[in-house]
């Protein structure tokens, strides 16, 4: 499967939707989406799935501090920062569990 | 996939929280009948009973109406949890929730049995089922580790909070009903008097309001403004502290300590508080000009000119306020500080819960996003300059009426401007929306 990336991190709402429906309608077959957010879009989850996609969340956890907070006292506490979304077709499961695999997905 | 076997809720329909910030502007108007048939005789004492029923007018009418809406969105958006039967428990609380905030300010100003009764019995249903359906949604938040679990920490104290302040208030109202007349040892127990007032009124603006407030900031000013997450140590233990000083202000009857002393630490907390949104909100990335900042930073100046002001008057009892002090600062918190907030959250979410929604029908259908109007056409730029202008007069001049009553004119108008124009504002969106929607419904059919 080939990925296509969006970062949609430093956008504000709704802008990263807009992105991410955008990359939807444009997207090939045998083609996922990789989305790189700062939060996790769960309203986005069960119309992705109804409209036929699914989708896996990789949250980026940062051991050493947190680079959006303002403070340093976080330091040495493992804190996400950044959250990577998967979305493919629901026909092309087979095919991204395998990459899946591959890219170490938890 | 593994997902960590959590089933995510999508946002509940639309139409949810907009029963509840449509209801606002109508509680709105009710105040400034109240205003206009008392007139100057209201401003002369915080225990009028058309006073008693204008600020339940603000903080149940207009304020915990739009919070309770709000909550219904928040949940799914932060942590993908939703209320049980979300559209029941949203219409049955908002039904109860009219007719029980209506009932309770007429009970003030007609203190018939009956009305009184009517008020107890549609508040315990409104706050029984959406309090127990909040809790429930938050259950599994108990359970199981959730990325936003300092926000929903704080949460669930402002939902305990809010249950205090109800039952506080049921009790002080079944007091008026005269429940208690004749059980003398009940009453010797639990002295119904100006003191529960003062914690059932402290709890609410700064517990059930205030707490909330601070939860939702946690999430919505990264998120909508692109700053910095607030500090983790604030995240992690301010809201506690603000709870542990309600909770040993709710035991204060057994203490020597006067309320004045725990109203001072809440207001240095609070201080504290709007010192970081300040920080926060100038590190953001996005510095584009935004009405919601401003209503940010208007309702945090004030928090620290209010706190300054409570200090001097303290220690240097300044002419003017003698007499007028419970009013004037309770009168500067819900306008200045709450309100303020409120409304810029609701000039941001309106029309991005519009959008959304609307944005969401487009992923079955990628045709239909050439039907979404650009974000700006639900509230014009315009639009939200002018309600944030009428706002900040009609604060002022609530001030003012404080103290000089005789100005209750000006006040009445400019509240009866700032809430129609918003009124305005939202039956525009909601338009929009409807009319995007059956497009798009055009389209798939």
């Keep these: ?106 | 996939m593994n997902l960590s076997g959590l089933s995510f809720n999508a946002l509940p329909p639309v139409h949810l929280p907009f029963r509840f910030f449509l209801s606002a502007p109508i509680f709105a108007f009710f105040c400034v009948t109240i205003l206009l048939t008392y007139g100057e005789s209201l401003w002369l004492s915080r225990w009028h009973p058309a006073m008693l029923a204008l600020t339940h007018g603000f903080t149940l009418g207009i304020i915990t109406m739009v919070m309770m809406g709000a909550l219904l969105q928040i949940l799914p958006v932060v942590a993908g949890i939703s209320f049980p039967k979300v559209e029941r428990i949203a219409t049955i609380s908002h039904v109860f929730m009219v007719i029980g905030s209506a009932s309770l300010l007429l009970s003030f100003l007609f203190p018939h049995s009956l009305i009184i009764l009517f008020s107890i019995i549609s508040l315990t249903l409104a706050f029984g089922v959406f309090i127990g359906g909040l809790f429930w949604a938050l259950a599994p938040t108990l359970k199981q580790t959730f990325n936003q679990g300092d926000t929903l920490v704080v949460i669930r104290l402002a939902t305990i909070a809010l249950l205090v302040v109800i039952l506080l208030g049921l009790l002080l109202q079944l007091n008026r009903f005269g429940l208690y007349a004749g059980f003398s040892s009940l009453t010797a127990w639990l002295p119904f008097d100006k003191f529960y007032t003062n914690i059932h009124a402290l709890l609410g603006g700064f517990g059930w309001m205030g707490l909330l407030i601070i939860a939702v900031s946690f999430q919505v000013i990264p998120m909508f403004h692109v700053a910095p997450s607030f500090p983790q140590p604030v995240r992690k233990y301010f809201a506690k502290l603000i709870a542990i000083s309600l909770i040993a202000l709710l035991c204060s009857s057994f203490f020597e300590f006067e309320l004045k002393w725990f109203i001072a630490v809440l207001l240095v907390l609070q201080s504290f508080y709007v010192l970081v949104v300040i920080n926060v909100l100038r590190k953001r990335k996005r510095k584009v000009p935004d009405i919601t900042v401003r209503y940010w930073f208007l309702a945090s100046v004030s928090m620290l000119f209010l706190t300054l002001l409570y200090f001097i008057d303290e220690f240097f009892s300044l002419k003017a306020l003698q007499g007028k002090q419970d009013l004037f600062f309770s009168g500067a918190f819900i306008y200045f500080y709450l309100l303020s907030i409120l409304q810029g959250l609701l000039i941001k979410i309106l029309p991005f819960l519009s959008y959304t929604h609307l944005q969401q029908r487009c992923l079955m259908n990628f045709e239909a996003m050439q039907y979404l109007p650009h974000m700006h056409q639900f509230i014009s730029k315009q639009q939200a300059n002018v309600l944030w202008f009428l706002h900040l007069l009609a604060a002022c001049s609530l001030l003012i009426v404080i103290l000089q009553p005789g100005l209750y004119l000006a006040f009445s108008a400019l509240l009866t401007i700032e809430f129609a124009y918003l009124f305005w504002i939202m039956v525009q969106t909601v338009s929009i929306y409807k009319k995007t929607s059956e497009k798009i419904t055009q389209l798939d059919s």
């Design chain 1, 1 to 106: 499967m080939q990925e296509v990336v969006i970062d949609v991190s430093e956008l504000a709402p709704p802008e990263p939707m807009t992105a991410i429906l955008m990359a939807l309608a444009k997207l090939k077959a045998q083609h996922y989406l990789k989305v790189l957010h700062r939060r996790e879009p769960f309203p986005l989850y069960p119309k992705l799935v109804a409209a036929g996609w699914n989708y896996h969340c990789q949250p980026v956890v940062n051991d050493d501090s947190d680079k959006n907070s303002l403070d340093n006292s976080s330091k040495g506490e493992s804190e996400i920062t950044q959250f990577q979304l998967y979305i493919y077709r629901q026909t092309e499961q087979a095919s991204f569990e395998l990459l899946a695999e591959k890219l170490a997905l938890t």
